[in-house]
């Protein structure tokens, strides 16, 4: 019995000196990897986007008197928290400056406050392997590399030197053309153009990485800012609505492959709207907070449910329309940019056109004649670019006033030294009255950003002969019939005529001439066509005399 305990108590000691022997063994592998485990979470962007929330509210919230400064010190620390405020007020409008602040201010706090260094900043992003960076991040560090030497040209030069914008056969198995940036792309440009990073760099993409979920629009904040001409999210994938059918009916098994509306980021370059495919907002929530913040500029009112839509501008003059469930089927919106520096007609309209210099020169003609004109086209096709071009050759002596529905012309960006005021229509200002307004200002020249309303129109119409020396306006018209038409019936319908020959001669004789725009499936911007309105007057005994 005595043995046979003896061996019960040797086998124990024995297992119990293997089990030791197994976790000295095993514990620095199990430490590395809970440092590891650690160090993945506390480098990680949504901890880093937590802790500038947390500190930045702090700074800006606590009580200055509390902290018993001295006046100077006071003084100092009032105007930083001032400052920042208004920072994270602006940055989300449009505002670059305030944009860059807010950044600089998030680069300190991370490699100040929270020790972010040469060591650690690997954890946040992969720098150092290429292999395990996603097309995202790839992307975002290309634009940091290509902003140190074009600036905001930076994503026009990666389309431009790499071809970007050709259409390809890449959707639909191939089968349908279009125009898409892929994520194979993207890598192949990032083992062309990167081969180190410095620390500064990857902090940068670091910070544009976390002010973009913090206060920026998602994926494409660095995108909106670039030369190019608007961005889109929302408009294409599969709505979430659709996804508890996917696998019930039978034709959609089809789009089991198709990406998510969360996938869906789009630009508009040079007349093109190319599907950026490699970026996707984080989740539903996320491209639904974007468009909750976007069109914010200048608090033009809430969008609820029952509004459906917002029609803004933001700080940059950029126009911003932002829709929602339910009058749309997702959330989305779409920014319009315009390239001021370059709104001159020789950029519009450059010489590789045929006759270019001939409309070049009729279009300051038309300016310096004082002629009423329609700047017809399609969306995108170029009309509001060349309509704000050519004000440059009124004479400097002529009053400007506008009327849009958002703040888009930006004239007096373009032309600071001329008289020009601009109006826009408010929940309690409608349009009319803006344009009754005008007349009271020592206006010469009225220009009405777009005519889109029979309102509009019937009042435009008036004021051409009686409140102004010329007016000029946009239309998507697609033929001058059709300009002269929709303008009939529009003083109709408002009840300005009740006789339809009167109406059409009335219209015939405001509108002097039709600059119609087009934009072919390459994106080529181009005037098709300079056309004459002239009202043609009969001689009723011809008709009377016809069989003769």
Same mark, same amino acid.
């Given at each position: 019995?005595?043995?046979?305990?003896? @061996?019960?108590?040797?086998?124990?000691?024995?297992? @119990?000196?293997?089990?030791?022997?197994?976790?000295?063994?095993?514990?620095?592998?199990?430490?590395?990897?809970?440092?590891? $485990?650690?160090?993945?979470?506390?480098?990680?962007? /949504? %901890?880093?986007?937590?802790?500038?929330?947390?500190?930045?509210?702090?700074?800006?919230?606590?009580?200055?008197?509390?902290?018993?400064?001295?006046?100077?010190?006071?003084?100092?620390?009032?105007?930083? %928290?001032?400052?920042?405020?208004?920072?994270? !007020?602006?940055?989300?409008?449009?505002?670059?400056?305030?944009?860059?602040?807010?950044?600089?201010?998030?680069?300190?706090?991370?490699?100040?406050?929270?020790?972010?260094?040469?060591?650690?900043?690997?954890?946040?992003?992969?720098? #150092?392997?290429?292999?395990?960076?996603?097309?995202?991040?790839?992307?975002?560090?290309?634009?940091?590399?290509?902003?140190?030497?074009?600036? *905001?040209?930076?994503?026009?030069?990666?389309?431009?030197?790499?071809?970007?914008?050709?259409?390809?056969?890449?959707?639909?198995?191939?089968?349908?053309?279009?125009?898409?940036?892929?994520?194979?792309?993207?890598?192949?440009?990032? &083992? &062309?153009?990167?081969?180190?990073?410095?620390? &500064?760099?990857?902090?940068?993409?670091?910070?544009?990485?976390?002010?973009?979920?913090?206060?920026?629009?998602?994926?494409?904040?660095?995108?909106?800012?670039?030369?190019?001409?608007?961005?889109?999210?929302?408009?294409?994938?599969?709505?979430? !609505?659709?996804?508890?059918?996917? =696998?019930?009916?039978?034709?959609?098994?089809?789009?089991?492959?198709?990406?998510?509306?969360?996938?869906?980021?789009?630009?508009?370059?040079?007349?093109?709207?190319?599907?950026?495919?490699?970026?996707?907002?984080?989740?539903?929530?996320?491209?639904?907070?974007?468009?909750?913040?976007? *069109?914010?500029?200048?608090?033009?009112?809430?969008?609820?449910?029952?509004?459906?839509?917002?029609?803004?501008?933001?700080?940059?003059? $950029?126009?911003?329309?932002?829709?929602? /469930? /339910?009058?749309?089927?997702?959330?989305?919106?779409?920014?319009?940019?315009?390239?001021?520096?370059?709104?001159?007609?020789? *950029?519009?309209?450059?010489?590789?056109?045929?006759?270019?210099?001939?409309?070049?020169?009729?279009?300051?003609?038309?300016?310096?004649?004082?002629?009423?004109?329609?700047?017809?086209?399609?969306?995108?096709?170029?009309?509001?670019?060349?309509?704000?071009?050519?004000?440059?050759?009124?004479?400097?002596?002529?009053?400007?006033?506008?009327?849009?529905?958002?703040?888009?012309?930006?004239?007096?960006?373009?032309?600071?030294?001329?008289?020009?005021?601009?109006?826009?229509?408010? !929940?309690?200002? /409608?349009?009319?009255?803006?344009?009754?307004?005008?007349?009271?200002?020592?206006?010469?020249?009225?220009?009405?950003?777009?005519?889109?309303?029979?309102?509009?129109?019937?009042?435009?119409?008036?004021?051409?002969?009686?409140?102004?020396?010329?007016?000029?306006?946009?239309? =998507?018209?697609?033929?001058?019939?059709?300009?002269?038409?929709?303008?009939?019936?529009?003083?109709?319908?408002?009840?300005?005529?009740?006789?339809?020959?009167?109406?059409?001669?009335?219209?015939?004789?405001?509108?002097?001439?039709?600059?119609?725009?087009?934009?072919?499936?390459?994106?080529?911007?181009?005037?098709?066509?300079?056309?004459?309105?002239? @009202? %043609?007057?009969?001689?009723?005994?011809?008709?009377?005399?016809?069989? #003769?």
């Amino acid at each position: 019995m005595e043995i046979m305990n003896l @061996l019960i108590i040797a086998l124990l000691i024995s297992g @119990l000196i293997t089990y030791l022997f197994y976790l000295l063994r095993k514990k620095p592998n199990t430490v590395k990897k809970d440092r590891d $485990s650690e160090n993945a979470r506390l480098y990680s962007i /949504p %901890v880093l986007v937590e802790y500038t929330k947390v500190k930045i509210n702090e700074f800006v919230t606590t009580s200055l008197i509390d902290l018993g400064l001295s006046g100077e010190e006071y003084e100092r620390r009032l105007a930083i %928290v001032t400052e920042l405020r208004n920072a994270m !007020k602006n940055a989300i409008s449009g505002d670059l400056q305030e944009k860059i602040y807010l950044k600089q201010y998030i680069y300190d706090l991370l490699e100040r406050n929270y020790g972010i260094n040469e060591s650690n900043i690997n954890w946040i992003i992969p720098f #150092d392997q290429a292999e395990r960076l996603t097309e995202q991040d790839q992307f975002d560090i290309l634009m940091q590399h290509f902003k140190k030497e074009h600036g *905001y040209k930076a994503l026009s030069h990666m389309i431009e030197k790499y071809k970007l914008a050709k259409p390809k056969y890449v959707i639909e198995d191939g089968q349908t053309e279009s125009y898409i940036i892929t994520g194979e792309e993207i890598r192949m440009i990032y &083992k &062309k153009e990167i081969r180190t990073l410095d620390f &500064k760099d990857k902090l940068n993409v670091v910070v544009q990485r976390v002010y973009q979920q913090y206060k920026g629009f998602g994926v494409l904040d660095e995108i909106r800012d670039m030369s190019i001409d608007g961005v889109s999210g929302g408009v294409s994938g599969a709505p979430s !609505k659709m996804k508890s059918v996917e =696998h019930e009916v039978e034709f959609v098994g089809n789009m089991r492959n198709t990406k998510k509306g969360i996938n869906s980021v789009w630009i508009f370059y040079k007349g093109k709207s190319i599907h950026m495919s490699f970026l996707s907002f984080e989740n539903d929530l996320e491209l639904k907070r974007v468009c909750q913040n976007i *069109y914010k500029y200048n608090n033009p009112g809430p969008l609820t449910e029952s509004t459906g839509y917002i029609v803004n501008d933001m700080k940059d003059g $950029s126009r911003v329309v932002v829709v929602r /469930p /339910p009058f749309a089927e997702t959330w989305a919106f779409w920014v319009r940019k315009f390239d001021l520096p370059n709104m001159d007609l020789e *950029y519009l309209i450059p010489d590789k056109y045929d006759n270019a210099i001939l409309a070049r020169k009729m279009l300051r003609f038309l300016m310096q004649g004082a002629q009423t004109s329609a700047f017809t086209g399609k969306q995108g096709s170029g009309k509001t670019s060349s309509m704000m071009a050519s004000m440059k050759f009124m004479y400097a002596t002529l009053n400007l006033r506008i009327v849009e529905l958002i703040f888009e012309l930006n004239l007096r960006q373009l032309y600071s030294f001329r008289n020009i005021m601009t109006f826009r229509e408010l !929940k309690d200002i /409608p349009i009319q009255e803006a344009l009754n307004l005008t007349k009271k200002t020592d206006g010469d020249v009225n220009i009405l950003g777009e005519v889109a309303s029979q309102e509009v129109a019937s009042l435009m119409i008036q004021m051409t002969q009686a409140a102004s020396l010329f007016t000029l306006f946009s239309h =998507h018209a697609s033929t001058t019939n059709d300009l002269i038409k929709w303008h009939r019936d529009a003083l109709l319908q408002t009840g300005a005529f009740n006789n339809e020959r009167i109406a059409e001669e009335t219209v015939a004789k405001a509108i002097k001439w039709d600059i119609h725009y087009e934009r072919d499936e390459a994106g080529n911007r181009y005037i098709e066509r300079i056309t004459e309105i002239t @009202l %043609v007057q009969y001689d009723n005994s011809f008709f009377d005399n016809e069989d #003769d």
